[in-house]
């Protein structure tokens, strides 16, 4: 499984021998099955995760208990509750694994031992979490200026696969709308 992670990272930074020892050290491989909640609400998030295989969510529920889910992503890239990992405070999100998922994972203190140890790791995981801040406020623009059928379209042609593996509800949270509504859409575009 660290060979993906490795091709992710080597793709865009140059990691000495010794520097992708040290990743295959700390990324350690972990498996869930389809609808595992791995990080709970209430509690710091415990991992940043590579994902190397499957989708995951991270949701939160509203006042009324419904679930709102704010981030779907796939492989390759890395996913947690961001600024909570970070500063280590508690989350009111919930990480779910949507479909089976093969995940590297890394706890902070092991981030932050290899950040301290590499520039070149430390180099890598600024860009990594400069990506998540201009994929949030790509995303919030995204959701106050495109209508929702805009929002679907853009989905689909930025991430096609997602309709195979995401259920429409999360699809449906995700971009901002009911899932009634976003049946109707889906019903329009292929008429």
């Known amino acids: ?44 998030p415990n991992y940043l995760y590579y994902i190397v295989s499957g989708y995951l969510r991270l949701f939160y529920l509203d006042q009324n208990g419904n679930e709102v889910t704010t981030h779907i992503n796939c492989p390759p890239g890395f996913f947690t509750s961001y600024s909570h ?9 919930s990480v779910e694994c949507i479909t089976a998922c093969e995940l590297l994972r890394i706890s902070k203190e092991d981030l932050d031992h290899l950040v301290a140890e590499s520039q070149v790791m430390k180099d890598f995981s600024i860009s990594v979490f400069q990506h998540s801040i201009a994929y949030n406020e790509n995303r919030s ?47 329009k575009i292929i008429n």
């Open 1 to 44: 499984m660290h060979d993906k992670l490795l091709q992710y990272m080597c793709s865009s930074h140059d990691f000495s021998p010794k520097e992708i020892e040290m990743v295959q050290q700390y990324f350690e491989p972990v498996s869930f099955f389809k609808n595992t909640v791995i990080e709970e609400p209430g509690k710091v």
């Open 85 to 93: 990992f970070i500063n280590r405070t508690v989350s009111d999100h």
């Open 141 to 187: 623009r995204e959701l106050s200026t495109l209508n929702a059928e805009e929002r679907y379209v853009k989905l689909l042609k930025d991430y096609p696969e997602i309709i195979q593996h995401v259920p429409i509800q999360y699809i449906a949270s995700f971009l901002g709308m009911k899932p009634e509504s976003l049946s109707r859409i889906r019903r």
